[in-house]
């Protein structure tokens, strides 16, 4: 089976993404598989195989291997005597900005191009934390109180202390901060306003309860995942995620009881039908006294959350044999055409 994978971008979360590309490639050795780079610039490059590695990236070397173009159903690799199509279905693995914001998502729906991972109408509800409450909460789905506050218009936060302070629209936990007293806010603020305008207050609740749970539709129904209950000091930092995107083994299953592990999945199916079709996504959960809350929706994954899964490359091939279609809409001119022989011309 032919896969390209598409990492790098235009974001925080670039390197990151390049650490999941290289992890999802060794646990889908059976695949025959492509690479296809973006830099921060927005242009694509053809890396091979013996150059997937992370300082293939670092050291530049990426800019003497193939330059690709996106073009009508595919890449095109352009060169002196001719050019080469590569059209294959891609996993977008771009983290953060660019792959999870729907712009990659819209160029490949705009050229025809067949892809894993979250449609533009996805991306854009679960790129940004502050609308993914409102669609969660909106579908049944319950989260915690929070509150919203950007650059200029920094309101007094109602909000007791301790709370948490997260950018709206960034993952891998950059810029989050836990604030326990009015002498640490004013740090906390600068520093997640240095990553975005948007910003998220919830209340910190120390040792609450974690779960995350993944999942996909093929055929019209919902594999899920193993639940997993990470193991976390007070929350997940962005070091202890950049390790998380490197793993490979299969986690230990969360020992939780059968009725949670319902609630779990009812919660993701209401979310994931049917905005998620043709991605792979992982929904954080926290449960409080048997409620169930949505904490965050990951459309990209780190690793593509492989180590959730029996049979991970089963995964990525179910998916791929049950990807949405677009409906082509084909342009006739009737209404020109009647128009002009009516006017005789």
């Given at each position: 089976m032919k896969l390209a994978i598409l990492f790098?971008?235009?974001?925080y979360e670039h390197e990151i993404s390049i650490v999941s590309a290289i992890t999802v490639k060794g646990k889908l050795s059976n695949f025959d598989l492509s690479f296809i780079?973006?830099?921060?610039?927005?242009?694509?490059?053809?890396?091979?195989?013996?150059?997937?590695?992370?300082?293939?990236?670092?050291?530049?070397?990426?800019?003497?291997?193939?330059?690709?173009?996106?073009?009508?159903?595919?890449?095109?690799?352009?060169?002196?005597?001719?050019?080469?199509?590569?059209?294959?279905?891609?996993?977008?693995?771009?983290?953060?900005?660019?792959?999870?914001?729907?712009?990659?998502?819209?160029?490949?729906?705009?050229?025809?191009?067949?892809?894993?991972?979250?449609?533009?109408?996805?991306?854009?509800?679960?790129?940004?934390?502050?609308?993914?409450?409102w669609f969660a909460q909106s579908m049944g789905v319950q989260t915690l109180p929070y509150e919203v506050i950007t650059r200029n218009n920094s309101k007094t936060i109602a909000t007791p202390y301790p709370f948490i302070i997260k950018?709206?629209?960034?993952?891998?936990?950059?810029?989050?901060?836990?604030?326990?007293?009015?002498?640490?806010?004013?740090y906390a603020l600068d520093v997640a306003f240095e990553f975005d305008t948007t910003l998220l207050i919830e209340p910190f609740i120390s040792g609450v309860k974690e779960y995350n749970l993944a999942g996909y539709s093929s055929r019209g129904e919902i594999t899920y995942s193993i639940v997993e209950e990470p193991q976390k000091v007070e929350?997940?930092?962005?070091?202890?995620?950049?390790?998380?995107?490197?793993?490979?083994?299969?986690?230990?299953?969360?020992?939780?009881?059968?009725?949670?592990?319902?609630?779990?999945?009812?919660?993701?199916?209401?979310?994931?039908?049917?905005?998620?079709?043709?991605?792979?996504?992982r929904c954080d959960f926290f449960e409080i006294d048997g409620v169930v809350y949505l904490n965050e929706i990951n459309p990209i994954p780190g690793s593509m959350a492989n180590y959730l899964?029996?049979?991970?490359?089963?995964?990525?091939?179910?998916?791929?044999g049950s990807?949405?279609?677009?409906?082509?809409?084909?342009?006739?001119?009737?209404?020109?055409?009647?128009i002009s022989q009516a006017k005789g011309k």
């Open positions: 790098g971008g235009a974001s780079f973006c830099d921060q610039d927005h242009r694509f490059y053809l890396i091979d195989d013996a150059n997937m590695k992370a300082t293939t990236f670092s050291r530049a070397k990426h800019l003497k291997m193939p330059q690709l173009t996106l073009v009508k159903g595919g890449f095109e690799q352009r060169g002196l005597f001719g050019s080469k199509m590569h059209m294959l279905p891609i996993l977008n693995l771009i983290h953060g900005g660019d792959g999870e914001d729907g712009s990659i998502a819209a160029l490949f729906d705009f050229y025809g191009v067949s892809f894993i991972g979250p449609r533009k109408e996805a991306s854009m509800l679960s790129f940004d934390k502050h609308y993914t409450k950018p709206s629209c960034l993952g891998s936990s950059i810029g989050v901060s836990i604030v326990r007293q009015e002498s640490e806010l004013a929350f997940l930092d962005f070091e202890k995620k950049y390790l998380d995107f490197s793993r490979s083994a299969k986690v230990t299953e969360a020992v939780v009881s059968d009725t949670l592990v319902s609630q779990l999945r009812d919660a993701f199916k209401i979310l994931y039908t049917p905005l998620f079709e043709g991605a792979l996504i899964f029996e049979d991970f490359s089963g995964a990525i091939n179910a998916l791929l990807l949405p279609i677009k409906k082509e809409i084909r342009i006739q001119y009737d209404y020109i055409h009647s």
